[in-house]
């Protein structure tokens, strides 16, 4: 049987860890990895999970399983973080998942149970798994313009023109905040055009929505989102609490569908629940738990708020720090996109040979799209990577 199978390509962000590993250099800079960093590269722990982490440790006295589900408390306090009161509630069917890659994987496979031939629109970039996994389901993909190489903001005239291509039963995948890998974004005005075409067309939206506080703040990140879910027959939304809450490793995540239809919920609920008992049974809770009792308490909402908000200013400042002594280096402005660009990411529109340049001669590691975490950064590498970027000639 194994005789038959097939090597599959490494993956390109592993293999540029080893890579930044094996160099020697004091001065190299790890902008691949999509984690956030603190200015001494750690991903820390963030208080209000300690906390919640020691209240559960000496509150909790079993650790059967919660339901096909998950526990009933964690969908409840997540739809109303990244929803809000854009919908109600009982329009909502959810379940808890491991992680956002597991809400992806499973809306995928609910869309290719309600409609095998239905294809996915997927911006152009977009996360390299989203592509990965519908190819490996079979569900036909196809790209829309998203990305302006020369501006390196949203292609938005492209963009409409394409999805405006979509028929009813085919999605739409869009990234709710934060653009992964460009970091270029949406506003609000464009986010009510997009909706437009959908009503238009038929096609269903669905929303990759990884990190909701990120950008412009916990509520400003979720407005597209409730938008959308408010604005069209039904949607789907998968949630990722691995950035925001940083856990990484709990694999803590949530898919939503919602339906206008009320009475549609519960076949929703009940095929949801049906997906996640063929692919794992009963989600992770550990992660859900901790989640939950945060959303839930006021002072450790609190906390976690404040140091969500510390994160997020962080990388602006780092972001307008880069694009000040790009600016400085070069006597132009065109680097201002870094300034206006949200979330961990931004996309530097440099060849993929630029990229290797600056990884041999300078020891900077960004994906070779030019995918560059912001949050590698500190105030001392911000100068060095600066330096890097002129001299490669970007």
């Known amino acids: 049987m194994f005789e038959t199978l097939k090597s599959r390509p490494a993956d390109s962000i592993l293999a540029l860890v080893q890579m930044y590993k094996e160099d020697p250099r004091q001065t190299k800079i790890d902008l691949g990895v999509g984690v956030y960093k603190d200015a001494t590269g750690l991903t820390p722990i ?25 526990d009933p408390a964690f969908a409840d306090a997540m739809i109303k973080l990244v929803l809000g009161e854009a919908v109600a509630r009982e329009t909502v069917a959810a379940v808890a998942t491991p992680g956002g890659t597991g809400a992806v994987r499973q809306a995928f496979e609910l869309i290719q149970m309600a409609r095998p031939e239905a294809r996915v629109f997927v911006s152009n970039p977009t996360w390299p798994n989203h592509v990965s996994i519908l190819n490996y389901l079979g569900i036909e993909v196809v790209p829309y313009r998203y990305f302006d190489n020369e501006t390196r903001g949203v292609d938005f005239d492209g963009m409409i023109e394409d999805i405006g291509q979509a028929k009813a039963g085919d999605v739409v995948l869009l990234h709710g905040c934060c653009h992964n890998p460009t970091g270029a974004n949406l506003n609000l005005t464009d986010w009510q055009s997009v909706v437009d075409v959908l009503l238009e067309t038929g096609a269903v939206p669905m929303i990759d929505i990884a990190y909701q506080g990120f950008g412009d703040g916990l509520e400003e990140d979720a407005r597209a989102t409730r938008l959308v879910a408010s604005s069209v027959p039904e949607c789907l939304i998968a949630a990722s609490c691995s950035k925001n809450f940083g856990i990484y490793r709990e694999r803590t995540g949530l898919l939503m569908a919602v339906s206008q239809d009320a009475d549609a919920r519960k076949l929703n609920q009940d095929t949801l629940a049906f997906l996640n008992r063929q692919n794992y049974s009963f989600p992770p809770d550990h992660g859900a738990r901790l989640v939950t009792m945060i959303l839930n308490d006021d002072a450790l909402r609190a906390d976690w708020m404040a140091e969500l908000e510390e994160v997020r200013s ?72 600066a330096k890097a970027i002129i001299d490669s000639g970007i």
């Open 314 to 385: 962080s990388m602006l400042e780092l972001r307008s720090q880069l694009a000040s002594e790009l600016q400085r280096l070069s006597g132009s402005d065109r680097f201002g996109f870094l300034a206006q660009h949200r979330g961990m990411f931004s996309r530097l529109g440099a060849t993929s040979e630029k990229v290797e340049e600056m990884r041999s001669k300078h020891g900077i590691y960004m994906v070779s799209d030019s995918r560059m975490n912001i949050a590698g950064l500190n105030a001392e590498t911000v100068p060095i990577l």
């Open 46 to 70: 963030m208080r209000a999970i300690k906390s919640a982490e020691h209240q559960l440790w000496e509150e909790q006295d079993t650790k059967v399983y919660t339901g096909l589900a998950g």
